[in-house]
């Protein structure tokens, strides 16, 4: 076995020790699945950035980069413009819910605002939201597995699929968390020793300059309503994140949650310049390449050191993300539908739940990303889908009117809107976002005016709960 073989071994090794001990000093369900209040701000970062960003936000930003310049960092940027607003506009309602009414998840918390009715289709959006970003794993991960292994592609994407589902079993959120500090100081290592020499052989910025056509330096490339669909979507879509929400229940005080999304949005900045400068030089470098395959491929042309750190980047980015996003959806599923349905179900019922859910859902999904196309285009299509109740959940906030027909229809249709459009390939060019936007949005409106009520029931129960909460002494909240 050669050198960069036995190297990603070591990594997985030591990610998957760290996890293990944090494992192993927590063994009761919900607190290994949400961990309430037990993350300090060492923890709570790392959870959040490199959660944020998996795998396949490397590879797919560079793809972008190369293929369309700095317009690529909308995503990026929109999310690091998230993490600002979602403490402004919705922090102090999830650590209410989850301080008083122990909400352990996004659609616990939307069924307080609205009804049960409104529980059951988040989860459907969230299951389905971030099990398309767990689908892009074989087009972001497996290749450079592949290539620094000399397994073939299907069996790289296999060994993916176990190395993950052991993370997610073994670590519960906390471990983690723990194992994302690690990921993150590789995420970092990795673009870094990428940047450096792809710079150099580029030209510097003035080679960039030089041999880049004009559109490849204007943000608004991609065309105004697609630029502000990708912006915007990724802006609501942190909203409603379960890691964002997981954030706020599992710090020990709500100013460490709120100084881990300030330290994340100014983190995002440096990542979103390197992956940018990175696409961009890989397309001066070898302007015929393969979007999807350049980052690798240019990195193999330099130097074995820097082929290797930027695949472990690359698997760092997509270990660090995908255990959050399973234990999110298990999470999500075990506690809205499965404990729901299960009234009385053991620790040892639900464990067993946990386990099952975690393996079918992985392989199940891992299979479907194989025939993705684009791995930028999945995440954006995802977190599009999602922003549409990120808008409703806003609007109910602050506008009490607002009760629970209104916020499940206009949420029911613009859900089934956002995602027939992403799966239709966003006919004649249109994002997502826009059609489903538009018609949620004039559904909720008409409804809302129609309700009998000035202000809802379900909107004075959240009173209610803020009320409690402002009333409890500042070590409990």
């Given at each position: 076995m ?6 990603i071994?070591?990594?997985?090794f ?32 790392p959870l ?9 936000t ?8 190369f ?13 690091a ?12 309602f999830?650590?209410a ?25 988040m ?16 087009l972001s991960?497996?290749?450079?597995i592949?290539?620094?292994?000399g397994?073939?592609s ?10 993950l589902?052991v993370?997610a ?8 968390a ?6 993150t ?13 792809s710079?150099?052989s580029?030209?510097g ?6 041999a ?22 990724a802006v ?17 005080k ?13 983190l ?7 992956l ?10 070898v ?10 491929d240019v ?22 993300t ?6 999110s ?17 053991s ?7 946990v ?14 990303g194989?025939?993705?196309?684009s ?9 599009q889908?999602?922003?549409?109740a ?10 009490k009117?607002?009760?629970?027909n209104?916020g ?13 459009w992403h799966?239709a ?17 004039v559904?909720?409106?008409i409804?809302t ?9 379900s ?15 500042a070590?409990?909240?």
């Amino acid at each position: 076995m050669d050198i960069p073989s036995l190297i990603i071994i070591a990594y997985f090794f030591l990610t998957l020790l760290v996890s293990f001990l944090c494992r192993r000093r927590n063994t009761e369900l919900q607190r290994l699945l949400v961990a309430p209040q037990q993350l300090g701000l060492v923890l709570t970062v790392p959870l959040i950035f490199s959660g944020l960003f998996g795998g396949s936000t490397i590879t797919g930003t560079v793809a972008s980069a190369f293929a369309g310049g700095v317009s690529s960092a909308w995503y990026l940027l929109g999310t690091a413009v998230g993490c600002l607003l979602f403490l402004l506009l919705v922090f102090r309602f999830y650590r209410a819910v989850a301080v008083v009414k122990h909400s352990g998840s996004i659609p616990d918390a939307f069924a307080y605002r609205f009804d049960e009715r409104t529980r059951v289709l988040m989860v459907l959006v969230i299951v389905i939201t971030n099990s398309i970003a767990l689908s892009t794993i074989p087009l972001s991960t497996a290749a450079i597995i592949s290539k620094i292994t000399g397994l073939s592609s299907d069996a790289a994407g296999w060994l993916c699929c176990i190395v993950l589902i052991v993370m997610a079993l073994l670590s519960g959120l906390k471990g983690v968390a723990a194992m994302n500090m690690i990921h993150t100081f590789f995420m970092f290592l990795g673009l870094v020793v990428m940047l450096v020499p792809s710079l150099r052989s580029a030209g510097g910025f003035a080679g960039l300059s030089a041999a880049l056509p004009e559109s490849y330096f204007s943000f608004g490339s991609g065309g105004f309503w697609s630029v502000a669909a990708v912006l915007l979507g990724a802006v609501l879509a942190i909203m409603a994140s379960p890691l964002a929400f997981m954030s706020v229940v599992s710090s020990t005080k709500p100013k460490i949650a709120k100084n881990a999304l300030r330290i994340c949005a100014v983190l995002i900045l440096p990542f979103a310049a390197c992956l940018v400068l990175i696409g961009m030089c890989c397309r001066v470098i070898v302007p015929e390449g393969s979007a999807n395959a350049v980052l690798f491929d240019v990195a193999q042309s330099f130097n074995p050191a820097c082929y290797v750190l930027i695949g472990m980047s690359v698997l760092a980015a997509t270990f660090s993300t995908a255990p959050a996003s399973l234990l999110s959806i298990i999470t999500t599923l075990n506690n809205d539908i499965y404990c729901k349905l299960r009234k009385n179900a053991s620790q040892r019922e639900q464990k067993i739940f946990v386990n099952v859910g975690v393996v079918v859902w992985t392989v199940i999904w891992i299979m479907i990303g194989k025939n993705a196309a684009s791995i930028l285009g999945q995440l954006t299509g995802a977190t599009q889908i999602k922003s549409v109740a990120s808008v409703i959940l806003l609007i109910s906030l602050y506008w009490k009117r607002v009760d629970r027909n209104s916020g499940f229809y206009s949420l029911l249709t613009g859900s089934v809107v956002a995602m027939g459009w992403h799966l239709a390939g966003n006919p004649f060019g249109i994002q997502p976002l826009w059609p489903s936007l538009a018609i949620s949005l004039v559904l909720l409106v008409i409804l809302t005016l129609l309700a009998p009520a000035p202000v809802s029931e379900s909107s004075q129960a959240v009173d209610a709960i803020f009320k409690e909460y402002d009333a409890l002494p500042a070590e409990k909240k």
